[in-house]
């Protein structure tokens, strides 16, 4: 397998999550997105959506990092990232995409790019609206999460799809200077997931493509 | 079922399609967005999140389209919205993905209110944002359907996932008055399926909350 990666990138960072969970370690090939290099047609190629992460296994190409995270779970089954109820699969598929959908993309780089091309909008109000979404977004998770606190993850006593998607938008949050005093829950189950060898490997700061 | 309603919201209309391929048909309760009732408590003690769509089963409450989808698929296996192997489910997942994480989100109404709160983004301008990522999210999707183009579906002779999150967008890329010139496979994709009574019976013009 071939990942396409890029230390910065909270999507990619969920795919390392997951990998380092299942205890696979692909090659692993760089995308620096500040440069620019997701617009470079050799990428593009790989995926035309420009965006990381990509995985190549065998012939096939995979896109998205949710898709690609259910697919190692498809592939890899242990240890399983999700339940096995329908009911309690949905739920954690929900808090997952309440990130993957509802924060993530409407702070992701293009957008913030498109907001300074289309309204001027300056650094000061770029960092804003990053942390309005993530506001936004956590005061309806940390409800959620608090719902059913059944453990020191999302859902229990081990990581699944919910923790691998919460763990990466934190870190975004550390990086705007957001303190986590107004979701304890997500601060409980981050202090917890973060310090698991998995999660810890996976970390922007460890990555060989990793600047300060 | 209960299910959580608005005619124009492409996500519940997503949800709707899906149901309507099962041939369930859970009582509609209508939620009207552009009044705000999304925001009322008790709309919020059963989404914390204060968006539609959202599906009652027993004690059970769901969210997110995406998670609701793939839950009706695994209570309620036939017909299939995903293909057998999990190469070909991730790649039907992630053109869902593509629209479902890289587009609709940025251009939900909550997002184009807060552009005008925060930007001062006139009508024309929130038009023109909402209309930039269709066509960055069609042109990749474009790519990445021609690429596997097997059958009148995104993927093969049957309608998937990939399916039921191309049609609405494209229902919101004509309500924006965009042509499909650009995009011939998802032009053809969506004559096939709107012409399926599943899918014509879940258009926003069809709905007992409709408007004009």
Chains 1, 2 share one sequence.
């Not at 091309?117 to 960092?127: E, V």
């Not at 870190?171 to 997500?186: F, K, V």
Request: proline share 8%.
């Amino acid at each position: 397998m071939i990942l396409y990666d890029y230390f910065r990138s909270s999507a990619a960072y969920r795919v390392r999550i997951a990998l380092s969970l299942k205890g696979l370690a692909p090659e692993r090939r760089f995308v620096h997105l500040r440069k620019g290099e997701q617009r470079a047609a050799q990428f593009l190629d790989v995926n035309p959506q420009g965006l990381v992460p990509a995985l190549v296994d065998g012939s096939q190409v995979f896109t998205q990092s949710l898709a690609i995270i259910e697919y190692l779970d498809e592939t890899h089954p242990q240890p399983p990232l999700l339940p096995a109820s329908p009911g309690d699969r949905a739920w954690v598929r929900s808090v997952a995409q309440a990130i993957a959908c509802d924060i993530h993309p409407i702070d992701n780089l293009r957008v913030l790019i498109h907001l300074k091309d289309a309204f001027g909008a300056d650094q000061a109000a770029r960092d804003e609206w990053y942390r309005h979404w993530i506001r936004e977004g956590f005061n309806a998770i940390e409800r959620q999460l608090v719902a059913r606190a059944t453990g020191p993850c999302c859902f229990g006593a081990t990581p699944t799809l919910a923790d691998v998607f919460l763990i990466p938008q934190v870190a975004n949050a550390a990086r705007m200077d957001m303190t986590l005093d107004p979701w304890p829950r997500i601060r409980a189950i981050n202090d917890h997931c973060t310090a698991l060898p998995a999660f810890a490997a996976a970390h922007p700061t460890r990555q060989p493509d990793a600047e300060p």
